[in-house]
């Protein structure tokens, strides 16, 4: 395998993530063990902090640096080259893997390996949520109790998933919620909240038809009612939101205040309770390698 430049390739591996009978490194390293590549490895230590990451990648003095696991492997690697050239690469083998989804990038290892070598790199936005980096999706509510109830279960997959659905659903209570964009100051009852980066969750499903990853603003959605026939209705058909029950806004920046504290996460990471969302745009903040 010939390629028309030569580079250094960092890959940044989570083992714990995809299959538990492979070895991603060695995976890796067969797949361009003909090319004229020079391929380097770092695995992820079980207690990793971002540190040690930022140290392998000067080290490596890689062009290109790659994340081999989840959106959480992701999100690693992009706090420690934010507003860098460096193109980031994904190789998705976590339990979601949204981004990777959002960006078009195959599931399928070897087609993901050749992506992360030839694809294109493309600068994106990012937000930053109550002071975490947020690549894809963050929300307060409902999700966010799904997101939680997913974690404390022992396995993993869409069956876990809708365990976890239909559980947050019968039991994840309503917020008061207030914030203001441009204008207007909303003041409702809401099931969630969503500060969106891309459009869609891991599952396929697009919260936010709109957006784009490389414009000057982000969106806020606003989920009123737990409307399952309203979101299937959409995911079916196609057909606009009823903003009674769900609407959309665009802001650079925003603070989402709630009564009560109310269950948050960040790219699928429960980060607890907050009554409080501050969340502000990154923008050009990522140099990702799309296909």
């Not at 949520?129 to 799904?146: K, P, Q, T």
């Not at 809401?190 to 396929?204: E, L, W």
């Not at 790219?267 to 140099?287: F, M, Q, R, S």
Request: contains cysteine; positive net charge; hydrophobic residues 40%.
């Amino acid at each position: 395998m010939t390629y028309k430049n030569k580079q250094r390739l960092l890959f940044v591996v989570n083992q714990g993530s995809g299959n538990k009978d492979q070895s991603l490194s060695e995976e890796i390293i067969n797949y361009f063990s003909e090319s004229d590549l020079a391929i380097e490895i770092f695995e992820l230590p079980r207690k990793c902090n971002s540190k040690q990451i930022k140290e392998a990648i000067e080290k490596a003095k890689a062009d290109r640096v790659i994340a081999v696991g989840g959106d959480g492997t992701l999100k690693l690697v992009a706090e420690c080259l934010l507003n860098t050239e460096t193109p980031i690469g994904i190789i998705p083998t976590g339990s979601a893997n949204g981004m990777a989804k959002e960006l078009g990038i195959p599931l399928n290892l070897e087609e993901a390996l050749e992506v992360a070598a030839t694809g294109t790199p493309k600068k994106i936005h990012a937000t930053l949520v109550n002071d975490e980096l947020c690549i894809h999706l963050s929300d307060i509510g409902f999700n966010a109790y799904l997101v939680k109830k997913f974690d404390e279960l022992p396995t993993r997959g869409m069956l876990t998933y809708a365990k976890s659905a239909w559980h947050a659903f019968w039991n994840h209570r309503k917020m008061q919620v207030q914030f203001k964009v441009g204008d207007r100051q909303i003041k409702t009852k809401a099931a969630m909240v969503v500060i969106a980066n891309a459009t869609k969750y891991g599952t396929g499903f697009n919260i936010n038809p709109n957006g784009k990853l490389d414009d000057d603003v982000f969106e806020i959605i606003l989920i009123k009612e737990y409307a399952v026939m309203e979101i299937l209705k959409i995911w079916i058909s196609k057909l606009p939101w009823n903003p009674k029950k769900i609407e959309s806004f665009q802001a650079s920046e925003v603070q989402i205040n709630t009564k009560y504290k109310a269950h948050f996460q960040v790219d699928g990471e429960y980060l607890g309770k907050t009554n409080k969302v501050i969340a502000k745009l990154l923008p050009k903040a990522i140099n990702v390698i799309t296909p």
